[in-house]
């Protein structure tokens, strides 16, 4: 707290505190520039092949991962200084500790942060745009964002795909059932199609169906079912603004992909349109208040008003729509789908993915 002159009733400058946050900035930049280094290690594989081995010289790590020496050798020393891995001065070898390995490698899924560490650099591909919006308002489009889709696709890997029989469809009392015995799904917003994928090489009497705006992660998801030969299933790029949804569907799934769409409410609406009377409308979306001054004391607070700025909210903008952000927040997520139609609504969160909340909604009867 910063203290008040008795004199004046201004604020007296806070020497100690200046020191503390200038320390926690210093901090900051050591921190950010280690996420963008662990980008640069997941994508490359180079924890991977660091894990391998018990100790490696640059040499060998460069070998072991078919990449330039020189390049990897000034990784390391950044990955030194931060303490992901340790260096043997004597020997000239570098190791990444196994309990940092568990957070940081293929191996580590559904638990490798350096999947998100990815997010971090991918908001700087959009800088100069992004600064352009904040000068002149507007938004930015999907195809802006290189290595989006992949980055989403890893990252559903991860909280969705990995999840889905044992955690996610359990929150739906029968629905595995019902996927067994045969019914129509649609996934609003797929992105490439991974928890669809997975769902239509389980229920083979189930018919899938997934629409996206972008062609790229549409065209990856098609590719997919042609490799698994899954003939249950059809992928479509669609601006589900323009074009929504026709049912009768008896699951509609929305795997983080409501608050960044151009028209969220109008497409809430839609899927409640589209469902069967009986049908469940499954929507995954981030955790958290609609109220800033409730989301103080989130644990990725600054992640993901961030990750909002930087993409969320500025692709919404860029397609025309209200630009809802990232953190629309569990209070308006509700109150949107109570107003789409639906007659229930019910919240949960689960233990593997506490960004995200859980909402089961249903038609139900038509309110008077
Ligand atoms: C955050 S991503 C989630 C993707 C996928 N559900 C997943 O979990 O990997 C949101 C997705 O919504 C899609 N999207 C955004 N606006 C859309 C629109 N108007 N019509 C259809 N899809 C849209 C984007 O292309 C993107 O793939």
């Not at 260096?87 to 190791?95: E, I, M, V, W």
């Not at 904040?134 to 195809?143: A, I, M, Q, T, V």
């Not at 629409?211 to 479509?236: H, K, T, W």
Request: charged residues 20%; hydrophobic residues 45%; negative net charge.
């Amino acid at each position: 707290m910063s203290a008040v002159s008795l004199e004046t009733g201004l604020d007296v400058f806070d020497q100690a505190r200046a020191d503390a946050f200038g320390e926690r900035f210093v901090g900051a930049l050591n921190e950010a520039a280690m996420t963008v280094m662990a980008s640069i290690g997941h994508r490359t594989g180079l924890f991977d092949a660091l894990e391998s081995a018990s100790a490696l010289t640059s040499a060998g790590l460069a070998h072991r991962a078919g990449l330039n020496e020189r390049y990897v050798r000034e990784w390391l020393a950044a990955m030194t200084a931060a303490s992901v891995d340790e260096f043997d001065a004597a020997a000239g070898t570098y190791r990444l500790p196994p309990e940092h390995a568990c957070w940081l490698t293929r191996a580590s899924v559904p638990n490798n942060l350096a999947v998100a560490a990815q997010t971090i650099p991918l908001m700087g591909v959009v800088e100069a745009a992004l600064i352009d919006c904040f000068r002149h308002g507007g938004g930015l489009p999907y195809d802006l964002y290189h290595g989006f889709h992949q980055v989403m696709a890893e990252d559903s890997a991860q909280t969705v795909v990995h999840a889905l029989f044992d955690a996610i469809l359990p929150l739906v009392p029968g629905l595995a059932d019902r996927l067994d015995r045969g019914v129509a799904v649609l996934d609003v917003g797929c992105g490439s199609g991974r928890a669809l994928l997975k769902l239509a090489e389980r229920f083979r009497r189930s018919r899938f169906t997934g629409y996206d705006l972008c062609v790229e992660p549409i065209e990856q998801a098609r590719a997919e079912a042609v490799r698994l030969g899954l003939g249950n299933m059809s992928f479509e790029a669609r601006d589900l603004a323009e074009h929504p949804p026709e049912g009768p569907f008896d699951l509609i799934t929305a795997f983080d992909a409501i608050h960044d769409q151009r028209d969220p409410a109008g497409l809430l609406r839609s899927i409640a349109r589209a469902l069967a009377p009986d049908g469940v409308f499954l929507m995954q979306d981030v955790a958290g208040s609609s109220h800033l001054e409730n989301n103080l004391a989130h644990p990725l607070g600054t992640y993901l008003y961030a990750i909002s700025t930087a993409h969320c909210m500025s692709v919404s903008l860029g397609q025309g729509g209200p630009g809802l952000g990232t953190m629309w927040g569990e209070e308006l997520a509700h109150r949107m789908l109570v107003e789409a139609g639906f007659a229930s609504v019910d919240q949960t969160s689960l233990p593997h993915d506490p960004v995200n909340t859980y909402y089961i909604a249903r038609r139900g009867e038509p309110r008077t």
